[in-house]
């Protein structure tokens, strides 16, 4: 089952933005955090940008900070992801993640085995 639907991949020019959605439909999702992976070829998957859906807490990377905010929409259920000033290294399919165990933490985790349900990734290619 497609319990995490993702969107809003696409192609950008340098400089350019793009928001990626994830609407997730698990039980419980309120007490989840919703957290924002990425995978470019020959790489390592690595944390992007996270948010505890019950208080807003987030968390970045180093190469999101300044650059990329994450939100969540109570009323429509969905999660986002705004990027700006994207770089051609930030080319990766990226995916939705969602930690049902957010609640036991203050903020949200970093860790890909931490996260136990997924999207099915979206493809953000930004062109030089």
């Known amino acids: 089952q497609v319990l995490l639907v993702e969107s809003g991949g696409g192609l950008v020019q340098d400089g350019g933005s793009l928001r990626l959605s994830c609407a997730p439909s698990?039980?419980?999702?309120?007490?989840?955090?919703m957290g924002w992976f990425r995978q470019a070829p020959g790489k390592e998957r690595e944390f992007v940008a996270a948010?505890?859906?019950?208080?807003?807490?987030?968390r970045f990377a180093d190469s999101a900070k300044g650059r990329f905010t994450i939100s969540r929409d109570n009323a429509k259920n969905t999660a986002y992801l705004q990027m700006s000033n994207l770089k051609p290294e930030d080319t990766a399919t990226y995916y939705c993640?969602?930690?049902?165990?957010?609640?036991?933490?203050?903020?949200?985790?970093?860790?890909?085995?931490?996260?136990?349900?997924w999207g099915q990734g979206t493809q953000v290619t930004v062109s030089s």
């Open positions: 993640a969602a930690d049902s165990r957010a609640w036991m933490h203050l903020y949200p985790r970093l860790r890909s085995a931490e996260y136990d349900y």
């Open positions: 948010i505890k859906w019950s208080d807003g807490s987030t």
């Open positions: 698990t039980p419980n999702f309120s007490t989840f955090a």
